[in-house]
């Protein structure tokens, strides 16, 4: 059952509760290998629970527009410090609700209305807040895509140059969803500085492998640096903004009064918390297995014949294109599911086929890794995801039933933050 247990929310509302416990079941039984989830632990869990969400805090530490922050704005410094800390950052904002606000503020705080804005496209593993057409950011601003090339599946940086020298966007994102590889943050400076422009780095879904030092850093490139918190940073669903001395006003002004209210003061805590932890030694230790892991996993694949997005990985991340199997990615995804392997379908680059139905399919290893899967066990997983997806294409139920089972029976070795099997 959940942990820590939710008594009072069992007497009050049962049928919420029940369904909590379900889904507290259902992580704890499942290969989970969405590339952007996490199994945060207890403690995180408990401080985003606290009165803290009693709280207004409209403003900032020292200067808030309501009484009675004297241990608030302790808890939002200490998260603040925390960060500023862990990144080696000048500062850290640590109020916006989640990735996509935090990335709005950046534009609030850089840009005007119809200015132009630069991100890697959509469909080749950037974030619909990078300006793609669907959001605010791409019918608000004048978006300028760049992409991957197709021999490599990389950044095309030679492209990149090219499009900012022409187009000369006030603002440039690095950073995507499905990136397998390095991101080259000295050569994005370089091209920003070239062409003028302030250069964000989204580090949303690597935070933790750079906190931990398993991917190089953006500070010192970057002027500005969002993430989410929730991701292989391990900590709530939120965010941060973090930039130099000479950005902290905009980006802050950006944030609050710009665009947002009151700050979620539990969330505040709970980065706070993820933050200690991701400065601890065995943090480090976990961000080098999340790579090991992707790599084995990555190779083990390679083996059974699929082909993966610029070949393997350098991080948490695995794109596959499963052109060559002869199955989409959502009925790929769809059958994995029930088999107990759950990860998304995703476009592919180039990908000839629609969003709603791509050719592949995207996969992370943050979530089994904080399970304690080491790489000995990538290669079974690997088997797995191929019988399974071999099974779909035939329709074979069967397999997928057989899989499930056995993906329970090994997970029961494996505990789960937020899960007690004992009564
Ligand atoms: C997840 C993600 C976001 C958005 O985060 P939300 O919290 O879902 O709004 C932004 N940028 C990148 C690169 C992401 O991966």
Redesign the pocket.
Known sequence: MHEPSVPHLHAEDPELAGLVEDEARRQYEKLRLIA?ENYVSPAVLEAAGTVLTNKYSEGYAGRRYYEGQQFVDPIETLAADRAKELFGVEHANVQPY??????LAVYMAFLEPGDPVMGLSLPMG?????GWSVSATGKWFRPVRYEVRADTGRVDLDQVRDLALKERPKLIWC???AIPRTIDFPAFAEIAREAGAVLAA????IAGLIAGGAHPSPVGHADVI?T?T??TLRGP???MIMSTAEHAKAVDKAVFPGLQGGPHNHTTAAIAVALKEASQPGFAVYARQVVANAKALAAALLDRGYDLTSGGTDNHLILIDLTNKGIGGKPAAQALDRAGIELNYNAVPFDPRKPFDPSGLRVGTAAITTRGLGEERMPQVAAWMDEVVQAASKQDESVVERVAGQIRELLASYPMPGWTSAP
């Open positions: 952007s989640s990735g996509s606000p935090a990335n950037g974030h619909l807040t990078h950073g995507g969803t989204d580090i949303a879904h969002t989410t929730h991701k669903r939120g965010a």
